[in-house]
C-alpha cells in the first residue's frame, strides 16, 4: 500500500476497539494508502493532564471516547475505550507504518462530560474581558511554578506510554480561545508582562494586584491594548517561543514530533497581531509540521459567514511563503458529524473546489514552483467509506500531480521587513495588509499566480504584484523598481510616488477610500487603454462604510468568526486592481470570472476555470493565442467543450455571440480563440489546452 502525501485527522470513533487491532487494517483498507501522518483526535487534554502511568487498566472519559462525548457517528456508536485499548492502537498504527500523533484542543466545558482536571486549577483559565474563559497554557500555577514545565512532563510520559509518533494541539490550546486584545489580563499574565518587558502599570492598576474581580480585567484591558499593544504583541510571541521551545526540545530528544494547527484560519500578518503568533518563531522554536486551516466551506455554512473562499485559499501560500523552507499541510473540510457539517455530500463541487484552488497555489523557491501546501489533512476521518476515499485521492492525484513549469499570471511579492514594519502601520491607521490586498482582488476575479520572496525576484518572469510597497526596505524597493522582465503593480499610501519622484505608466488612487491607497503601475504596454479602463471604473466609486472614531479604538473582536477589522479601500479600487492584474502583457486567458493557467512541462496548460456562483455556468474563455485542442482535465464537463471563433466582419468584439453561434452548430472558417468552459455550480472545471505552434 502506497503512502501518500496527505495526512488525515479522525476521533477514536474512526477504529474499533472490539477488533484485535483495534480496527486499524480495516481502517487503512477502507481508506486505500497509508498517510503521511494521522492525527487521532481523543479531543480533551486531560488525556495529558491527567496521565500518570500504564500500571492499571482503566475506562477513558466519554468526551476522550469520541469529540465532545457525542454519542455516534454514521456508522458505529461511541464505544468505551480503555488506556490499554489506546496503547493497542498507537502501536498497530505504528506497525503499518502510520506517523500516529495524539490530538487535543484546549477545551474546558465546565465538568459537563467528566470531572476536569482544569476544575482543581481555576488560575490556569484564561481571565479576560468575556469571562473566564478556556485553558491558558503560558500561565502559572498558584505555586508560581509554571503549567509548560508540568505539561513537558505529562506529554513525554503519554506518547512515550501509549506508543504515539507526536502531539498535535488544535482550537484554544494554541492560541487559547480568543483575541489577545480580549484575552487574559489576570494578575499572572500581567506579571509575566512587566518581567518580561519591563513595564509599569499606574496606581489604578497597580494597587489591584492580587485581585482578578472582572472590573480589574476590564480596566487592565483598556490600559494595556490602549497604550501597549506592541508590546503586548511582542510578549506574547516570546511566551510562545519559551513554551514550544521546551516541548519541542523535549519531544525531540525522544524521537517524537510537534503539530499545530494555524491561528484561527489567520494568515501570518493576522496570526501577529489578533494571537501574537509569529508562524516563523513557532518553527524556530522546533514545531515541526504547521496545518493551515483553509477551511472555507465549512466555516461559510455553519456560521452563515460572508464569502471567505478566496481569504483561506490564499491565506496558506501567505504562510508559506514567509516560511518556504518548513512543513505546511492544510486541513481539507470533508466533514465532521459533531459539528454537524457534511461538505462531500450536502456540497461535493465546493469541496472539489477547495481541493483543486488550493492545490493552485505555489510558491516560487529555488527555482521552483512548489505547491504552497505539500497535501491536504481530512477533516475529520471517520465515516468515510471506500468510494468516498477514492473519490477524494482520485481528485488529489489530479490536484496534486501538476508540474509547473510556469504560472501564467503576476506573482506576488513578500517581503519580511514588510510583514513586521505594518504592525505599527496597522495598530494607527488598520491600513489594509498585504493579504487582504491580495484577496480582495482575487474576489474580483484577480488571476494570481505564484508568492516569491524579495530575495528570490530574480528568478521570476511576467508580472509582478507588490501590495504596501513603501514598507520594503530601500534596497527591495531598489530591486523592485529595477525589474524589467514584466509588469510591476505596486500599491502605496496616497501621494507616495510624487513624493519620491517614481516615473510609471499608470497611476490611481482611492480617494474615497477609509484608507486612501494608490496603485502605481511599470513596465506596461497600451498605458491609454488601461487608463481609459481604470477611470471607468473609478468613476463609480463610493465611499465604504466604517466604524466610527480614530481607527486605533476601533473594535477588535475576541473570536476568529469575526473579521479582522480594516481600514477598507473602495470596492470599485479592488476592481480596478483587478483588472490590472488580468490585463498585463504576458496574459493569455481572458474570462469573465477567475481563471487561473499553469503552463505544465509537457507544452500544455492547464487551466482551472472558478465558478462563484450556485448554478451550472457557461463561460468563454478567451485566448491570445489560437487553440489546437481543448481537453477536459477534472471529472466534470465529461464533454469537450466547444471551440469560441473570431466574431463576424460585423463584429467589434466578443460580446458572447460567438458562443450563441455555436449553440446553433454556426461555425467560422477562422481558427479558434477560446472555448466555452462548462461549470458546476459553486465549483470549478479543470481543462488542458494545447495551442498551434
Avoid at 461511541?78 to 495524539?102: C, M, S
Avoid at 502599570?201 to 487592565?220: H, L, N, T, V, W
Avoid at 481609459?532 to 473582536?557: F, Q, R, Y
Wanted: proline share 5%; aromatic share 14%.
Amino acid at each position: 500500500m502506497d503512502k501518500k502525501n496527505h495526512m488525515i485527522w479522525t476521533p477514536l470513533i474512526g477504529f474499533d476497539r472490539d477488533q484485535p487491532d483495534c480496527g486499524v487494517g480495516e481502517y487503512l483498507d477502507t481508506t486505500g494508502f497509508i498517510p503521511a501522518a494521522l492525527s487521532v483526535f481523543i479531543f480533551h487534554p486531560d488525556i495529558i493532564n491527567e496521565h500518570e502511568n500504564m500500571d492499571k487498566e482503566f475506562t477513558f472519559h466519554i468526551d476522550f471516547c469520541h469529540y465532545f462525548g457525542a454519542p455516534r457517528n454514521e456508522y458505529r456508536e461511541r464505544q468505551p475505550w480503555t488506556n490499554y485499548d489506546l496503547r493497542k492502537l498507537g502501536k498497530n498504527l505504528a506497525d503499518r507504518g502510520v506517523e500516529a500523533f495524539i490530538g487535543v484542543d484546549g477545551v474546558y466545558l465546565e465538568n459537563s462530560r467528566h470531572y476536569e482536571w482544569q476544575s482543581d486549577h481555576l488560575e490556569l483559565l484564561s481571565y479576560g474581558v468575556n469571562g473566564r474563559m478556556k485553558l491558558n497554557v503560558l500561565k502559572r500555577f498558584k505555586d508560581g511554578t509554571y503549567y509548560e514545565d508540568f505539561f513537558v512532563d505529562k506529554v513525554v510520559r503519554c506518547l512515550t506510554d501509549y506508543g504515539f509518533a507526536g502531539l498535535h494541539v488544535s482550537d484554544c490550546f494554541c492560541p487559547p480561545g480568543y483575541s489577545i486584545s480580549n484575552g487574559d489580563f489576570s494578575c499572572d499574565m500581567l506579571e509575566q508582562f512587566a518581567a518580561h518587558s519591563g513595564v509599569t502599570y499606574p496606581d489604578e492598576i497597580a494597587k489591584r494586584f492580587g485581585y482578578d474581580e472582572q472590573s480589574d480585567i476590564e480596566e487592565r484591558q483598556k490600559f494595556i491594548w490602549g497604550n501597549l499593544r506592541r508590546e503586548w504583541i511582542e510578549f506574547y510571541v516570546w511566551r510562545w517561543k519559551k513554551f514550544w521551545t521546551k516541548v519541542s526540545t523535549a519531544l525531540h530528544a525522544i524521537g517524537k514530533k510537534i503539530m499545530i494547527n494555524n491561528a484561527w484560519c489567520a494568515d501570518p500578518f493576522e496570526a501577529l497581531y489578533r494571537y501574537g503568533i509569529d508562524y516563523r518563531v513557532f518553527y524556530e522554536s522546533g514545531v515541526d509540521y504547521l496545518l493551515a486551516e483553509t477551511v472555507p466551506t465549512a466555516s461559510e455554512l455553519l456560521d452563515c459567514r460572508p464569502y471567505i473562499f478566496q481569504q483561506y485559499m490564499s491565506h496558506a501560500q501567505m504562510m508559506h511563503v514567509f516560511n518556504p523552507d518548513n512543513n505546511l499541510n492544510a486541513l481539507l473540510g470533508v466533514r465532521d458529524c459533531t459539528e454537524g457539517w457534511d461538505a462531500i455530500h450536502h456540497i461535493p463541487t465546493r469541496l472539489e473546489k477547495d481541493m483543486y484552488y488550493l492545490a493552485n497555489m505555489y510558491t516560487k523557491h529555488n527555482g521552483e514552483y512548489k505547491h504552497s501546501v505539500a497535501g491536504y489533512m481530512v477533516t475529520l476521518g471517520d465515516g468515510i467509506v471506500k468510494s468516498e476515499w477514492e473519490w477524494l485521492e482520485e481528485r488529489g492525484e489530479l490536484a496534486y500531480g501538476v508540474k509547473p513549469v510556469d504560472i501564467i499570471a503576476p506573482t506576488i511579492v513578500w517581503s519580511d521587513h514588510a510583514h513586521y514594519a505594518l504592525l505599527d502601520e496597522y495598530i494607527d491607521s488598520r491600513r489594509p495588509s498585504t493579504h487582504k490586498q491580495y484577496f480582495e482582488a482575487q474576489r474580483k476575479n484577480a488571476s494570481t499566480g505564484a508568492a516569491v520572496r524579495i530575495e528570490e525576484l530574480s528568478g521570476v518572469n511576467g508580472s509582478i504584484f507588490v501590495p504596501n510597497f513603501d514598507l520594503f526596505a530601500p534596497d527591495e524597493q531598489k530591486t523592485i523598481l529595477s525589474f524589467d522582465r514584466g509588469t510591476v503593480i505596486c500599491t502605496a499610501p496616497l501621494g507616495y510616488c510624487e513624493k519620491n519622484s517614481i516615473k510609471c505608466d499608470v497611476i490611481f488612487a482611492d480617494e474615497k477610500g477609509g484608507y486612501k491607497l494608490e496603485v502605481f503601475v511599470t513596465g506596461l504596454t497600451d498605458k491609454e487603454k488601461h487608463i481609459e479602463k481604470v477611470n471607468e471604473i473609478m468613476s463609480e466609486s463610493e465611499a465604504p462604510k466604517l466604524e466610527a472614531g480614530k481607527p486605533k479604538n476601533w473594535t477588535d473582536h475576541p473570536f476568529f468568526l469575526a473579521q479582522m477589522p480594516f481600514n477598507e479601500c473602495t470596492d470599485a479600487f479592488y476592481t480596478a486592481l483587478a483588472y490590472l492584474l488580468n490585463n498585463t502583457t504576458e496574459a493569455i486567458f481572458r474570462c469573465e470570472t477567475t481563471v487561473l493557467p499553469v503552463l505544465m512541462d509537457n507544452g500544455v496548460y492547464r487551466v482551472y476555470v472558478i465558478n462563484h456562483l450556485n448554478n451550472y455556468k457557461n463561460y468563454e474563455v478567451l485566448c491570445t493565442k489560437t487553440v489546437k485542442s481543448v481537453e477536459c482535465g477534472g471529472k466534470f464537463p465529461v464533454i469537450p467543450p466547444r471551440f469560441v471563433y473570431p466574431p463576424k466582419a460585423n463584429e467589434t468584439k466578443f460580446d458572447g455571440a460567438a458562443a450563441e453561434n455555436m449553440k446553433i452548430g454556426l461555425k467560422y472558417d477562422e481558427r479558434p480563440l477560446g472555448f466555452l468552459a462548462k461549470l458546476p455550480p459553486l465549483g470549478l472545471s479543470v481543462f488542458d489546452v494545447t495551442f498551434e505552434d
